[in-house]
């Protein structure tokens, strides 16, 4: 009966050998040549790990223990920081003192000025034509006519007197020769 099993099992058919009979004389064939090449295992796992690591899964890692927790380190400061504010005594305030607290948030009175009434009153009617003298004036003070008006111009005025100069160089150079 074992010979008859043995038999079976090597006649047993497997893709790309044909029978597990060539399979297994090939697997013996080549596991012959591993101890020469031994010396390339540690480089060939360590050139493996350097492609397969960065794509193995945070959660995988912090599971086998191969990396740390950070929310577990996150909660750990926390909760020493809970323990060194629990330890801290209440900050006792002066009665003038809380009270500039408790005022903090409320501003100042603010006095209308003329400006203010004017926009209140354009805003109320739809007339902004106090806005629009302001613009006016604001722009009659931001554009100084003749004032650097056009310094573009002037430098290409002066680049094209360069190459004018350069030609005529030239031109003497050839009457010469």
Not at 122 to 128: K, L, N, P
């Amino acid at each position: 009966m074992a010979a008859s099993l043995t038999r079976l099992i090597r006649t047993l058919p497997l893709p790309l050998f044909g029978s597990a009979a060539t399979a297994a004389s090939f697997t013996l064939a080549k596991s012959r040549a591993l101890p020469r090449l031994l010396g390339w295992a540690l480089p060939a796992g360590v050139g493996a790990l350097w492609f397969v690591w960065p794509a193995v899964d945070d959660e995988w890692k912090m599971s086998m223990g191969l990396k740390a927790d950070p929310e577990a380190a996150l909660k750990a400061v926390e909760e020493k920081e809970a323990k060194a504010a629990a330890k801290i005594a209440p900050v006792e305030l002066s009665s003038e003192a809380m009270e500039k607290v408790e005022s903090a948030y409320k501003a100042d009175e603010v006095v209308e000025t003329e400006a203010d009434k004017l926009m209140a009153k354009g805003a109320a009617t739809g007339d902004f034509t106090y806005l629009e003298s302001q613009w006016e004036e604001f722009n009659d003070k931001a554009i100084r006519p003749g004032e650097d008006d056009d310094d573009d111009d002037d430098d290409d005025d002066e680049d094209d007197e360069d190459d004018e100069d350069e030609e005529e160089e030239e031109e003497e150079e050839d009457d010469e020769e």
